[in-house]
């Protein structure tokens, strides 16, 4: 009898020591599943236990945006973007983000690309409206817009300006080739002695002034003194 009740409380510690392992590998492998995704959402930019809503915009060109660059709604950041992919064979980019649900706004609201910074960073923000139109939910395509850069409104400064000087450059190029083309040979002939002419002219009196300083150099004291008597 003692003998069977020895190996009854065996059998029971045993079977004891088996579960518990068994709870613990479960845990285990529960809490790795956990971790991994947690983990998965992390790196896709996608939180686990979030209630914004998840809406769409549809861009030609985002200009370098980012996934998990910020939205924002009057400059504070209410969302980021999530993914952007090609929409279409013409290269049009599905822009994904989320937006908290604790602002509403109209669905008519834009969601307009800007320069976040001097380097020529993207953003993303929504200028929200308050139409008649229905708020905006979760799954909804945002109308778009984008607004030039730093870069962009110089070369639109710039460019007018820029066509007025070649204007003025070829108008200038016009105006010698028909002064050349009025002036025959002898009259440019003539010009060039002129010129000529004139560039002896000015030498001549350049040396006759140097000559002049030497001789009143050479007579101050003389004329000091005439000029004191």
């Known amino acids: 009898i003692i003998s069977n009740f020895a190996q009854q409380v065996l059998i029971r510690k045993y079977c004891r020591l ?50 998990g660059t910020p939205v924002s709604i009057n400059g504070f950041n209410v969302g980021k973007v999530n993914d952007i992919r090609f929409m279409d064979a013409k290269g049009n980019l599905l822009v994904t983000f989320t937006v908290s649900s604790d602002f ?49 409104l110089a070369e639109q400064k710039f460019t007018p300006f820029l066509q007025k000087f070649e204007s003025a450059v070829s108008g200038a190029d016009s105006v010698l080739v028909n002064v050349n083309e009025v002036l025959d040979e002898k009259t440019k002939r003539d010009l060039r002695g002129a010129i000529s002419g004139l560039s002896t002219l000015i030498n001549s009196l350049q040396g006759s002034a140097t000559e002049l300083n030497k001789i009143l150099r050479n007579n101050s004291g003389k004329l000091d003194s005439s000029l004191t008597n």
Do not use: H
């Open 18 to 67: 088996k579960l518990s392992r068994e709870i613990k590998t479960g845990i285990i492998v529960i809490g790795g599943i956990l971790l991994f995704i947690l983990g998965f959402s992390y790196l896709k930019s996608t939180p686990l236990f979030d209630n914004s809503k998840t809406m769409y915009a549809v861009y030609p060109d985002v200009g370098g945006l980012q996934p």
């Open 104 to 152: 509403m706004f109209s669905k008519n609201s834009p969601a307009v690309l800007f320069d976040s910074g001097i380097l020529g960073g993207k953003g993303l923000r929504i200028l929200p409206l308050f139409d008649d139109a229905p708020l905006a939910k979760n799954g909804d395509t945002l109308t778009t817009n984008t607004q030039p850069g730093l870069a962009e």
